[in-house]
Each structure stands twice: as structure tokens, then as C-alpha cells.
């Protein structure tokens, strides 16, 4: 498994995507669109940013002995009443394939079980294999579809998330 840091998306990170400036520290292919959606919501006023004792917003995924930002993932909201949270990722094309995305959905769901989330969700598109595979390889099943939309759950009270 690939080493990985996330680290929180701050407003300024949010600021820099909007207004496409560039850092030295971003991949080629970084922000995807998931990232975009995600500084617009932060830039907007409603998207909460990571702050202590609150992780549920966005991260960056950045390779660990470099760090070189390749993607995001995070929260799309904090946990309903039911403590399930719902969670999205996305990983630089050139980047994509090497078990990032699952290394940094794994992370994500160690936090959100660390944090009291005792169910995870995700929505895939249903040509959407290899994002199908992360959610596979994290141990996510699938449940329901919704609309166009694949749906999938993870029970984090039996789950390590790791």
C-alpha cells in the first residue's frame, strides 16, 4: 500500500483551486473535479473547513515522501443521526491504479470510526469500475442504487477501516 498523509483543505487551498494558482506541490491532473466542487462549497460559506475536533469536511491526498498533492477525499457532510456519514474521493489520472484512492478511503474511514461515524456510504457511477474496486478493496458492499448512482455501505462497528 502506498504511503500517504492527508491533510486538511484549508480556505486558502480552496482559494488557490478557484483561482487556478498553481502550487509547485500539486500534480499534474490536481484538482479533479471533486476537488473544485469541494473549494467552491468552502469559498461559499457551506462547507465546513477541518478544524480540531472537527474532521468531517475535505483532505488532501498528498504521497508521503514527497509531498505531492494527487487528490482529495472527505466527508460530504458530518455524520446524520443514524452516525452515517457519507464519503467521496478522487485521484489525479496519473496517479490512479497504484492504491492510492484506497489508502486514502482507508484513512478516512480509520478517522471517521475514530470520530463515532458507525456507518460509511458512497455513491458510484455505474461505468465507474475501478472507483467500484476502491470501495471493493475497502470493504464496502453494495446496497441499493439510487437514480443513476451505484450505492454502497460500510458498517464501521465491525469494520477496522484499516
Given at each position: 500500500?502506498?504511503?500517504?498523509?492527508?491533510?486538511?483543505?484549508?480556505?486558502?487551498?480552496?482559494?488557490?483551486?478557484?483561482?487556478?494558482?498553481?502550487?509547485?506541490?500539486?500534480?499534474?491532473?490536481y484538482p479533479t473535479g471533486g476537488d473544485v466542487e469541494m473549494a467552491a462549497r468552502i469559498a461559499g460559506?457551506?462547507?465546513?473547513?477541518?478544524?480540531?475536533?472537527?474532521?468531517?469536511?475535505?483532505?488532501?491526498?498528498?504521497?508521503?515522501?514527497?509531498?505531492?498533492?494527487?487528490?482529495?477525499?472527505?466527508?460530504?457532510?458530518?455524520?446524520?443521526?443514524?452516525?452515517?456519514?457519507?464519503?467521496?474521493?478522487?485521484?489525479?489520472?496519473?496517479?490512479?491504479?497504484?492504491?492510492?484512492?484506497?489508502?486514502?478511503?482507508?484513512?478516512?474511514?480509520?478517522?471517521?470510526?475514530?470520530?463515532?461515524?458507525?456507518?460509511?456510504?458512497?455513491?458510484?457511477?455505474?461505468?465507474?469500475?475501478?472507483?467500484?474496486?476502491?470501495?471493493?478493496?475497502?470493504?464496502?458492499?453494495?446496497?441499493?442504487?439510487?437514480?443513476?448512482?451505484?450505492?454502497?455501505?460500510?458498517?464501521?462497528?465491525?469494520?477496522?477501516?484499516?
Amino acid at each position: 500500500m502506498p504511503r500517504i498523509v492527508l491533510l486538511p483543505f484549508s480556505e486558502e487551498d480552496a482559494v488557490a483551486v478557484l483561482e487556478d494558482r498553481r502550487s509547485p506541490l500539486w500534480a499534474d491532473g490536481y484538482p479533479t473535479g471533486g476537488d473544485v466542487e469541494m473549494a467552491a462549497r468552502i469559498a461559499g460559506g457551506t462547507k465546513q473547513i477541518v478544524s480540531e475536533g472537527f474532521p468531517w469536511s475535505v483532505w488532501t491526498v498528498a504521497l508521503a515522501d514527497s509531498g505531492l498533492i494527487v487528490g482529495g477525499v472527505g466527508f460530504h457532510s458530518e455524520p446524520d443521526g443514524a452516525a452515517t456519514v457519507e464519503v467521496g474521493y478522487g485521484i489525479a489520472q496519473e496517479f490512479r491504479g497504484q492504491g492510492i484512492a484506497t489508502a486514502a478511503l482507508l484513512a478516512l474511514l480509520h478517522m471517521a470510526q475514530e470520530n463515532g461515524a458507525a456507518r460509511a456510504v458512497a455513491g458510484t457511477d455505474p461505468d465507474n469500475i475501478p472507483s467500484q474496486r476502491v470501495l471493493q478493496k475497502a470493504g464496502f458492499s453494495r446496497t441499493e442504487d439510487q437514480d443513476a448512482e451505484l450505492r454502497w455501505a460500510m458498517d464501521l462497528t465491525t469494520k477496522a477501516g484499516t
